[in-house]
């Protein structure tokens, strides 16, 4: 059994800075891949950026320059910094790890955080 808990969302003006964490607990051997995505209100969901267990980083254009994806792997977490936000960012971020269970296994499963909210508004 595996938990994602997401964390850091809320409101912020226009031009400011946030950071999200997603942390996961349970039944957990090695975590590969971590991932953000957003899906704002009416539309599609987007990724926005991977860190692979070796701690390469990857972007959307829509994050590309002002985000930045990284990973504690002691702490099981992975944090998304986010600045020179604007109204299009305003979305529901979620997280998604990809699990190794156990070493006596080589089957690997997508986990998804519940979501956190961030609006951007005057």
């Known amino acids: 059994q595996v938990q994602l808990v997401e964390s850091g969302g809320g409101l912020v003006q226009p031009g400011g800075s946030l950071r999200l964490s997603c942390a996961a607990s349970?039944?957990?051997?090695?975590?590969?891949?971590m991932a953000w995505y957003r899906q704002p209100p009416g539309k599609q969901r987007e990724l926005l950026a991977t860190?692979?267990?070796?701690?390469?980083?990857t972007y959307a254009d829509s994050a590309k320059g002002r985000f930045t994806i990284s990973r504690d792997d002691p702490k099981k977490t992975v944090y998304l910094q986010m600045s020179s936000l604007n109204a299009e960012d305003t979305a529901t971020y979620y997280c998604?790890?990809?699990?190794?269970?156990?070493?006596?296994?080589?089957?690997?499963?997508?986990?998804w955080g519940q979501g956190t909210q961030v609006t951007v508004s005057s």
């Open positions: 860190i692979s267990s070796a701690g390469s980083a």
């Open positions: 998604r790890f990809n699990i190794e269970n156990s070493w006596r296994s080589a089957e690997r499963r997508d986990y």
């Open positions: 349970g039944s957990i051997f090695l975590i590969y891949d």
